[in-house]
Structures are given as structure tokens and as C-alpha cells.
């Protein structure tokens, strides 16, 4: 009980520092609707053209968001000091993860339902099915897990925000492909088996990194 | 002494393989010439498997025991894990380009062992941006764990994502004896020349961190 009391303080620290700033959660949407209408300029405005492309802009865009919302967990409270703080509370390193995780995910998910309603409205595409937020939570776990625990690695090197990238985007390039994948077949209306086997490989990469990201992080962050 | 016995052995193993390509085995049917890459990309691509094996058992040692001989292995087995990395992706792409008539193809395999690249960069590069060795090295020990635990799940994906695969034609008897002797031979010859690779290094990197300690005693 006092582990989760713990983690909800820390995650709402995140969320009100990021409510009071707004600035983080402002850019990250401007930059992806800029994503989102770039690509309408790479591949044209036909209907079925964009029926084919649809899954692979949105996933490029939230791992592109995904990556700039991540180095943002760990880079102001370098800045400020903050880190060294956190450490010194009498909050063990896996409640930091998890508290920080959290919050990471918090975000993510609400730059990711004002995407998709931005590419409701430019795409004219039925995105808000049941299938495709599944597959939207699922995979943003997964960024979340790997995502905090390289974030966290990624603040302590010379090249803060190129280091998360480079670390983050092939580790997760498994869930991309599942997440394109399973996307693109619950947009032609395919039924929940259909996707079953996409699922199953982005809940097992969450289940696993979960674990594994929880177990090593008091590696990295150590002083 | 050891190194000595390796290294003699790498190299009769070696002629033997070369001798056991060119004139020995028959040329593959269908393939023609071509087809006799193939006894050098799948050591390849297995040795680049088994570096970062050792790379993931030598990281969670790391970080267990914080004994740096570990960080030495898991750092020389990149090493050497990278370029027969690299190599199998070149081999694979020169193989692909008369078979399929593209040097590039996402097949399954070649695009896990594209990831599994990536992933060995990704791992020299937070240690040499890290801010201190010791950190680079608990950085990297990360990297090499996430990274290994994370291959079954790309090439999972990736076979999935791919339907067309080169049937594992390997294991289930359909390569002829002569055939499988060859490519178990290139195997054998290459897993030797890796652990010489492996054991050269680290003798070489603990040399040097024990010059380093010298240097930092005397000034």
C-alpha cells in the first residue's frame, strides 16, 4: 500500500508540473499535427491513398511524440536539480520507475487522443474504434516501459536528447511493426481474431519490459 | 599457450572449410555459384547471434557483481559481434541480390539481423557518450540486456510481419550430407576464430586498464 501511495505522489507531481507548465504538452502537439501534415504532403489526399498510409503516419507519429514526451521525464528534473531530490526521498529507485512511468503514460495517452482526433478530422477515418485504442494503450505501455528506463539513461550521457532515440527506436521496433501491423487490419474492418497475434506480441514485449525495465533501474539512475 | 592451440586450430579449420566450399561440395542446382555464400553468411549471422549472448551474459554479471572483468567480455564480444554483424548483413545482401534480383529484400531474417545491428551500435554509443567509463559501462551492461531480451520478440514480429521465409530447410534434413558437413565445418571455424577474437581482446583490455591503474598509482 505505501509502494502505490508513494508512486500516485510522484506521478502527480509529473502531471500538475506538466498541467502548470503546459508549454512541454503544447509543443508535443503542435509537433505532431505538423507530423501528421507533412505526411499528407509525401503521399497526397486520395481516400484510398490514404487508407494505405493511415497506420504508418500514425505510428511514426506517436513514436516520433513518443520520443520528445520521454526525454522530457527525465531532462527538467536534471535541469533543476529535481533528480538528485527525488533520489534522496525515502522512495525506494522502483517506486521512482513506476511513478515516473506512470506519469509518461498519463501524457502520452492525452497527446495520443487529441492526435487521433486531429486525424479523425484531416483523414476522415473511423480511429476511435475499440481495436485501435487497445492497440493504442497496449503500445504506449510498451514505449512507456522501455521508454522510462531509457530516458532515465539517456539524461545521465553528453548527448541527452540524441541518446534516447537511438536507444528507444529499434528496442521498440517489434511493437511498431505489431502496432502498423494490427492497425492496418482493424481499419479494414477486420475482427478482434484477426488481430489476436499482433496483440499477443505487443501485451508479451509489455509484460517483459515492464518486468525487466522495473528490475534494472536502480542501475541507471544511481549515483 | 591456449591462444597458440586456438589459433592453429582456426587455422587448419579455415583451409579445411575453404577446401570443403570450393572443391568438395557440389554447386547447389538451382542457385548455381552463388549458393556457396551461403557457408559463409549463416556463421555469420550465427556468430553475431552468439556475441550477443555473451554480451547479455557478461552485462547481467556486470551489474550482479560489479567485477569489471565482465564489462571486458561483454565490451570485447560487441566488438567482435558487430562486424560479424556487419558481415552477415553484406554476405545476406550479396546473396539476396542474384536469388531475388535486389540486394535488399525485409526478409524476415535479414531485417531482425538489420535490428540486432542497431541494437550494437546503440550499445558502443551510450558508452562512449557516457559522462564517465564506469557509467558507459553500467549504461551499456543495460543496453546489452534490454537489447538481447528483446530478439526473440523482433524476429517474432518480423517473421510475422514478412510472410515470405526461406524455409528452414537446415534442420530438417533437407540439406544434402555434403552439404551439411561443409556448412557445420564453416561453423566450427568460425566459432573458433571468435573465441580467439574474444580471448585476444580481453586479455588486451584488462592490459590496458591495468596500464591505467599503474599510471593513475604513480602520478
Not at chain 1, 142 to 170: Q, Y
Not at chain 1, 181 to 204: F, R
Amino acid at each position: 500500500m505505501r509502494f502505490w501511495h508513494k508512486v500516485i505522489a510522484i506521478t502527480w507531481k509529473d502531471a500538475l508540473s506538466g498541467m502548470r507548465t503546459k508549454e512541454i504538452i503544447f509543443s508535443v502537439l503542435v509537433f505532431t499535427l505538423l507530423v501528421i501534415v507533412i505526411f499528407n504532403f509525401a503521399f497526397g489526399t486520395s481516400q484510398e491513398m490514404m487508407e494505405l498510409v493511415a497506420p504508418g503516419i500514425l505510428w511514426v507519429t506517436f513514436a516520433f511524440a513518443g520520443v520528445l514526451s520521454l526525454n522530457r521525464s527525465f531532462i527538467p528534473e536534471k535541469e533543476q536539480d529535481c533528480l538528485e531530490g527525488l533520489m534522496a526521498c525515502p522512495a525506494s529507485r522502483e517506486v521512482i520507475y513506476v511513478g515516473k512511468m506512470l506519469g509518461s503514460l498519463l501524457f502520452m495517452l492525452i497527446i495520443e487522443v487529441i492526435a487521433l482526433l486531429i486525424f479523425a478530422f484531416l483523414f476522415n477515418l473511423p480511429v476511435f474504434s475499440p481495436q485501435i485504442i487497445t492497440i493504442t494503450v497496449l503500445t504506449t505501455i510498451g514505449f512507456v516501459a522501455v521508454g522510462t528506463l531509457f530516458s532515465a539513461l539517456a539524461v545521465n550521457t553528453k548527448a541527452r536528447e540524441m541518446v534516447l532515440p537511438i536507444l528507444f527506436l529499434p528496442i521498440v521496433a517489434p511493437i511498431i511493426i505489431s502496432a502498423i501491423k494490427a492497425s492496418e487490419l482493424a481499419l479494414s474492418g477486420e475482427p478482434w481474431s484477426g488481430l489476436s497475434s499482433w496483440l499477443q506480441i505487443i501485451g508479451a514485449f509489455d509484460v517483459i519490459f515492464l518486468i525487466v525495465s522495473f528490475l534494472i533501474f536502480a542501475f541507471v539512475i544511481e549515483e | 599457450m591456449k591462444r597458440n592451440i586456438l589459433l592453429w586450430l582456426s587455422l587448419a579449420l579455415m583451409v579445411t572449410a575453404l577446401y570443403l566450399v570450393f572443391v568438395y561440395v557440389p554447386t547447389e542446382q538451382t542457385m548455381g555459384i552463388v549458393y556457396k555464400i551461403f557457408y559463409l553468411m549463416v556463421p555469420m549471422g550465427w556468430l553475431s547471434l552468439l556475441s550477443f549472448l555473451i554480451v547479455f551474459v557478461g552485462s547481467i554479471l556486470y551489474l550482479v557483481k560489479r567485477e569489471s572483468k565482465w564489462d571486458i567480455l561483454a565490451h570485447s564480444s560487441a566488438e567482435a559481434g558487430i562486424i560479424f554483424t556487419t558481415l552477415a548483413l553484406l554476405t545476406g545482401a550479396i546473396w539476396a541480390k542474384p536469388v531475388w534480383g535486389v540486394w535488399w529484400a525485409w526478409e524476415p531474417r535479414l531485417t531482425s539481423t538489420l535490428i540486432l545491428w542497431l541494437l550494437y551500435l546503440a550499445y558502443f554509443m551510450v558508452r562512449s557518450l557516457a559522462t564517465e567509463e564506469s557509467r558507459g559501462a553500467t549504461f551499456a551492461a543495460v543496453v546489452g540486456i534490454v537489447g538481447f531480451i528483446d530478439l526473440p520478440i523482433i524476429v517474432l514480429a518480423t517473421t510475422l510481419w514478412r510472410g515470405m521465409h526461406p524455409e528452414p530447410i537446415i534442420f530438417q534434413g533437407g540439406l544434402a550430407p555434403s552439404m551439411l558437413v561443409t556448412l557445420l565445418i564453416s561453423i566450427t571455424a568460425f566459432t573458433v576464430l571468435y573465441f580467439l577474437l574474444l580471448i585476444q581482446r580481453v586479455s588486451m583490455k584488462s592490459d590496458e586498464a591495468e596500464v591505467k591503474r599503474l599510471k593513475i598509482m604513480l602520478s
